[in-house]
C-alpha cells in the first residue's frame, strides 16, 4: 500500500479512515472528497480517525478535522481519534482538535467509545 494513501473502513454506521504517514495540504483535498463520497454513500454516525501512521500533519490536516467534526455534530454524529503518537498529539493539541474529539489507544475502543 502506498504510504501516503488513505483506506477506509465502514464498521456499521462508523468510518474508520486510515490517515496516511503526512496529512499536508497536497492530500487533504483527497481526503475531503473521497469522504464526501462515502458519507453521501453510507448512513455514518461516527467517524474515526486512525493516526498510527502518521508523522507529519500541517494545518490543511487541522482543516479537513475540523470540517469532519463539525459535519458530524451538525448530524447529530461524533468523531474519535485513536493511535496518535507525541508529536501529532502536540499538532492536535495546539489546532484545538484535542479539546474536541476524544482520543482512544486501539481502534476497537474508539468505535466502541461515545
Not at 9 to 16: F, H, P, T
Not at 59 to 83: D, F, P
Request: net charge neutral; with cysteine.
Amino acid at each position: 500500500m502506498d504510504e501516503n494513501a488513505f483506506l477506509y473502513e465502514i464498521r456499521g454506521q462508523v468510518l474508520v479512515i486510515h490517515l496516511p504517514k503526512e496529512l499536508d495540504h497536497h492530500n487533504c483535498r483527497d481526503l475531503r472528497y473521497e469522504t464526501d463520497l462515502l458519507l453521501a454513500e453510507n448512513y455514518v454516525s461516527k467517524i474515526v480517525f486512525d493516526f498510527s501512521k502518521t508523522v507529519f500533519m500541517d494545518s490543511a490536516g487541522i482543516g479537513i478535522l475540523l470540517n469532519r467534526y463539525k459535519q458530524m455534530q451538525r448530524s447529530g454524529g461524533s468523531v474519535a481519534i485513536y493511535g496518535a503518537r507525541a508529536q501529532i498529539l502536540r499538532i492536535l493539541a495546539i489546532g484545538g482538535i484535542a479539546r474536541l474529539m476524544p482520543q482512544y489507544e486501539t481502534k476497537e475502543a474508539a468505535v466502541a467509545g461515545g
